[in-house]
Structures are given as C-alpha cells and as structure tokens.
C-alpha cells in the first residue's frame, strides 16, 4: 500500500515539478527583456546636435568668428568665414573638431573653438497626462520629470508603464516604470501614456 502511494505521489509531484520550472524559466526569461527594453533606453550617451538647437560658438581671440548659431533644418550651421558646417548626429566636441579643422584650412593657425548647447529641441508627451504637447528639454530629464512637467497622470491612466518613440525611430518602447523610472527624455522623443484596463 505503502508503495503504490508513493508511486502516485511521485507521478503528480513529477508534472508539478515541471511546471514550476517552465514558470520560473518564463519569469526569468521575461525579466531579461524588459530589462533589455529599459537598457535600450539608457541612453548613456552625449547629446547630438540636430536641427533646431541653438548653439553659441566660442572661437578664442577671435570675437568675429565667435556668435550664437541655429542647427537649420538640413542640420547645418552656417558660420563666418567659413561658411556651413555639418552639426547633425555630432556631440558638442566633434562639432567643435568640425569647426577648427574648418578653420585650420587656411584661415587660422591654431584655432581653439568652444561649443555651448543654448536650447535643445523640445520632447512631446501625449497620452493620459493632463496637459499632453510639446515641452522644453531640459538635461538629464527622466520619464517621470516629463510626466510631471505635463501635470501628471489623469484618472484614467496607467502609471505602471510608458511607451517611448525616440527621435528619428519607426516604433515605439515599451518602458515599464517599476524597471526604468529613471529613464532618460532625449529631444525629440515622443512620450506616450496609456489608458489602463479595469
């Protein structure tokens, strides 16, 4: 009696087993990805330059060539002396590279160039927020600064998740804000907060 009852045991514990293996696989599993998701997004990288910010150029000892400049829609900057110089996908120090070596063909000898970033572009958040439109940046904002810059969630949304389409992409992110509450806003991003299910 006693061995037909542990064999029954041992056949219902056996798909149990199972089971809970495929479970803790598929917790595993899914972790990883929204952790991807939210690495994805962590933008650990320098600002890049597009159209629409604003720039000053500080060309030492030289106040004609220096100024404020806009990045215009093609992604130029149009400079004295030297005329347009690409700014579009570069960081604040290989804009500054782009211009003295610009200024090394012939005009200055050794040209020492300083870039400041005056106004980015602005990010846009729509969805369930209160005032969803376009916003000013503002450096190292995060998912819930942007949020709280549009007056927070309205009633009906869900605060748990938000879906990020970065500048220049097709498709959105999901990022869950239990995983990625402090996910960097880029310019340009479009943040987007969706009504929950009841």
Known sequence: MTSVSRANSSSVLQPALGLLVLAFSLVVLIGG????????????????????????VIVFNEPDLSGEFEVDGTGVVSLPLIGKVSARGLTARDFEDAIATALLDGYLKDPRV????????????IGEVENGGEYDYVPDMTVLNAVALAGGYTYRADDRRVYITQAGANSEVEVRLDEGAG??????DIIRVPERFF
């Open 183 to 188: 996910i960097q806003v880029l310019p340009g």
């Open 33 to 56: 990805a929204v952790a991807q998701t939210a690495d994805r997004l962590s933008r650990d990288i320098e600002y890049q330059l597009d159209a629409g910010d604003r720039v000053r």
């Open 114 to 125: 300083s870039i400041e970033v005056l106004n980015f572009r602005p990010f846009y958040i």
